[in-house]
């Protein structure tokens, strides 16, 4: 089993940064393939970024490159979503996902196994 926990949400004024992280911990081999969706009040859950672990290779969300880049520190089993000149679109209850195959990056929430509690990001 995977447990994912993230951080880093908060308040934050139109323009601003928030930088999102997602620790992951128990079976890490499930852990191939870790995504960053959002859900809006009253909205589909969307993709947003999705990292491949084992080449750093990466999926963005064509609405949000430019804004948001994601990384990695497998020292530390965690993804990073930095999320720059935010605006009140963005607000959103942001989660961190995980699932252990990652060869064609998934971007559908239903191909995930592993979900965090997720974090909001709440921007005015």
């Known amino acids: 089993h995977v447990q994912l926990v993230e951080s880093g949400g908060g308040s934050v004024q139109a323009g601003g940064s928030l930088r999102l992280s997602c620790q992951a911990s128990g079976n890490i081999l499930g852990t191939n393939c870790m995504a960053w969706f959002r859900q809006a009040p009253g909205r589909a859950r969307e993709g947003v970024a999705v990292?491949?672990?084992?080449?750093?290779?990466?999926w963005i969300a064509d609405s949000l490159k430019g804004r948001f880049t994601n990384s990695q520190d497998n020292a530390k089993n965690s993804v990073y979503l930095q999320m720059n000149t935010l605006t009140p679109e963005d607000t959103a209850t942001y989660y961190c996902?995980?699932?252990?195959?990652?060869?064609?990056?998934?971007?559908?929430?239903?191909?995930?196994?592993?979900w965090g509690q997720g974090t909001q990001v709440t921007v005015s």
């Open positions: 996902a995980a699932r252990p195959f990652c060869g064609v990056i998934p971007r559908d929430s239903s191909a995930y196994n592993y």
């Open positions: 990292i491949r672990t084992r080449d750093s290779s990466t």
